[in-house]
């Protein structure tokens, strides 16, 4: 007798427990991961939870109408696409509507708050040098001249200023990088009327007026002189009387001001008080910022940082400006990162920084970071929007839709399931088990991808789903009928099951593949709602490989060990006579036949 060849694929039919085991072990760890998220469901989109529709209408600049093109409407939308979407799929919606809308849809369960201010910020991005800058409104009481302290943007502790210009040494960095103040002033003292207007004066005497200072820093013609100290005497009574706590005065602030001009602006610090700064004419434009982004630094202890990369053009403008404010006091040291004509960051230098790289440190947390990060890289938008409307989408309609949907999906799949026990009977009981675990895998990872990158599941998400039961209950009929194939040939369960696998593979890899191939192309040429469909096709084709080889194949292996199925009992699916099994193969010997020789004439 011959002893049967041990090898890989004999090791592998002997122990379909590690893969049954090793499934187990990635759905309790999966299903830990959910409930430790504390996200036990799925994140709905705006059309089945409801959330916030917001309509941009693009305003054109003076002499400057033939801007509203395609072109830069395009620009647009992918900007504002990026600040509320960020990485990943999170089902907020940015399309434009004619030729000069933009509707951006914004579902409920993100921070639609912070959402519809990154949309919101639709001005220019500018770094303008701070001639001034101090407490405002009601916060303003007991805070110092900014002459006397150099505003609220000072750093609270010679310690924090020690460590930022200890950074800046080290290469090309922006020194410190809080909010538009890290601290307040270390030695508060009452500023009258009086003394804070002084200091504006002197701020703008040791930085010309606008019309005194031309945007390329050319000195200004003797002609200028009178205009040039009428438009510093108003540019006072302006920072005198801005008071940043009202919202009003803040949309006011700065409005009009061009990029060559000196202006007023607000911003909020670290402890949510307002403040007013008096800003030189724009240094440097946001569209000259290549990239930034969030990075946390271990090598020291500055924590999240924000790196900025210029163009060329913008490496030489910030080289010239930082050169110049190195050598002036606070906060005459500090440049103001303006957007919306509203401050979001004044970090200082120390020296000038070339190279074109730059580094903003402080007492950052990773989303102020990625904030300050994606205004930096996508606040510079081609065109000006003004916001038309806001409105609250109810998620009534959609409810209903999924309802409807949800209805329909059950209905399919319980005609796949009737029509597996109709024709596969006992092998019925394995292919729902699979769409089971299928349908909890695909549960699990929802939920967890709502978090994570910010998906969504919508109305055509759900579609894909619903889809995706065909081609699970395909790749279990491709297997299955392989192995009735086998025994229509004549062999025993077991050996039948191990012989269709193989075949049953490539056919079910070719169908997959096939499949994911169509969801990427579709998830990368289509937006919005779309992609849903796409994405869920895609995740929900490979859960299907998954469950095939790690579930379904070790399932049938085992089965086929026990004498319902081995049997091949009537309602196993299995049976060979019902299948018109061939009889099995034999080598038979036929009778010898006796010598030849003479006959017997009896026997004649």
């Not at 999966?30 to 709905?44: C, V, Y």
């Not at 990158?453 to 491709?478: R, Y």
Request: a neutral charge; glycine letters at 10%.
């Amino acid at each position: 007798m011959v002893a049967p060849k041990k090898g890989k694929n004999a090791s592998a039919q002997s122990k379909p427990g590690r893969s049954l085991a090793l499934i187990l072990i990635a759905i309790v760890a999966l299903t830990g991961g959910m409930f430790a998220s504390g996200h036990t469901t799925p994140r709905l989109g705006i059309d089945l939870a409801g959330g916030t529709s917001i309509t941009l209408r693009a305003v054109p600049e003076a002499g400057q109408e033939s801007a509203i093109n395609k072109t830069n409407m395009d620009t647009a939308v992918e900007i504002m696409n990026r600040r509320v979407n960020g990485l990943g799929v999170s089902e907020a919606e940015v399309q434009t509507q004619g030729d000069r809308n933009i509707i951006v849809n914004i579902p409920k369960g993100t921070n639609s708050k912070e959402a519809r201010e990154q949309v919101g910020t639709t001005a220019k991005l500018y770094f303008r040098p701070v001639l001034a800058t101090e407490l405002s409104g009601a916060n303003a009481t007991g805070s110092p001249s900014p002459s006397e302290t150099g505003g609220a943007s000072d750093k609270a502790t010679d310690k924090a200023t020690d460590k930022a210009t200890e950074k800046a040494t080290d290469g090309d960095k922006a020194t410190d990088g809080d909010k538009p103040s890290s601290g307040t002033p270390s030695d508060p003292a009452s500023a009258s009327a009086t003394t804070q207007g002084r200091a504006a004066s002197d701020a703008l005497k040791a930085d010309p007026s606008p019309s005194a200072k031309s945007s390329d820093g050319a000195s200004p013609s003797p002609s200028a002189s009178a205009s040039g100290d009428d438009a510093t005497a108003k540019l006072q009574q302006q920072y005198a009387a801005l008071d940043c706590t009202d919202a009003n005065a803040r949309a006011k602030a700065g409005k009009g001001a061009k990029p060559g001009d000196s202006t007023v602006a607000c911003g909020q610090n670290a402890q949510g008080q307002w403040q007013k700064y008096i800003l030189g004419p724009a240094a440097v434009d946001g569209t000259e910022v290549d990239k930034a982004d969030a990075v946390y630094n271990t090598q020291t202890a500055a924590g999240w940082t924000v790196t900025m990369k210029f163009t060329d053009k913008g490496s030489k403008k910030f080289a010239d400006i930082t050169g110049q404010l190195a050598q002036k006091q606070s906060p005459q040291n500090q440049f103001a990162i303006v957007l919306d004509n509203e401050v979001v960051s004044d970090p200082y230098v120390s020296q000038e920084l070339t190279g074109g790289n730059a580094e903003i440190s402080g007492s950052f947390d990773q989303e102020e970071a990625q904030s300050l990060a994606n205004m930096l890289s996508y606040g510079a938008l081609p065109l000006t929007f003004k916001e038309d409307s806001v409105t609250t989408v109810t998620a009534a309609l959609g409810g209903e839709q999924l309802h409807a949907g949800l209805i329909a999906g059950a209905i399919g799949l319980a005609l796949v399931v009737l029509y597996l026990l109709f024709y596969y009977r006992g092998l019925s009981f394995i292919a729902v088990c699979s769409l089971l675990v299928s349908a909890g895998l695909t549960y699990v990872i929802m939920a967890l991808l709502g978090p994570t990158i910010g998906f969504a599941l919508n109305l055509p998400a759900v579609c894909g789903a619903i889809v995706a039961i065909g081609i699970t209950a395909d790749s279990f009929i491709v297997y299955f009928e392989r192995v009735r194939d086998e025994i229509r040939e004549g062999r025993t369960l077991r050996p039948a099951v191990e012989r269709a696998w193989p075949r049953a593979r490539r056919t079910i890899l070719v169908s997959d593949f096939v499949s994911f191939l169509a969801a990427a192309v579709l998830f990368i040429v289509t937006v919005g709602k779309v992609q849903g469909f796409a994405f869920t096709l895609g995740l929900t084709t490979l859960l299907d490989v998954v469950v095939v080889f790690l579930f379904t194949k070790p399932l049938l292996t085992l089965m086929a060990r026990r004498k319902f199925f081995a049997g091949g009992h009537k309602w196993s699916g299995l049976d060979p006579k019902a299948l018109g099994a061939k009889p099995p193969l034999r080598r038979t010997r036929r009778p010898s036949r006796p010598a030849a020789g003479p006959v017997d004439p009896k026997e004649a």
